[in-house]
């Protein structure tokens, strides 16, 4: 069973900087493509960004060029530096893993199946 465990949320000010970090139990790590996505209250989910299992990275247009996402194989860890932070920031930021190995598409979050428990995410002043 894999397990997600985030960290690093936080209230922060607008254009202030934070990082969140997920390790992840199980093997094949870095056959699997992972993600985060966040929910605002009453707004649908948004796949933020993503890393695919051979390093390909997508991301939203509303973060791009602010957010960065990167790995480290050798930790299972996943990690989200968001730069420039807005007050339209503020969510929950749950990592994810993708349901299949080796996939090239990873935009969609209904294909990710493994889900962490969320870290939240204060823009504000």
């Known amino acids: 069973q894999v397990q997600l465990v985030e960290s690093g949320g936080g209230l922060v000010q607008p254009g202030g900087s934070l990082r969140l970090s997920c390790v992840a139990s199980?093997?094949?790590?870095?056959?699997?493509?992972m993600a985060w996505v966040r929910q605002a209250p009453g707004t649908e989910r948004e796949l933020v960004a993503a890393i695919s299992w051979n390093e390909n990275i997508a991301y939203a247009p509303s973060v791009k060029g602010r957010f960065q996402i990167s790995r480290d194989i050798a930790r299972n860890a996943v990690y989200l530096q968001m730069n420039s932070l807005r007050t339209e920031d503020t969510a929950v930021y749950y990592c994810?893993?993708?349901?299949?190995?080796?996939?090239?598409?990873?935009?969609?979050?209904?294909?990710?199946?493994?889900w962490g428990q969320g870290t939240q995410v204060t823009v504000s002043t």
């Open positions: 994810a893993r993708h349901q299949f190995s080796h996939q090239l598409w990873i935009g969609d979050p209904d294909e990710y199946a493994y």
């Open positions: 199980g093997d094949r790590f870095r056959e699997y493509a």
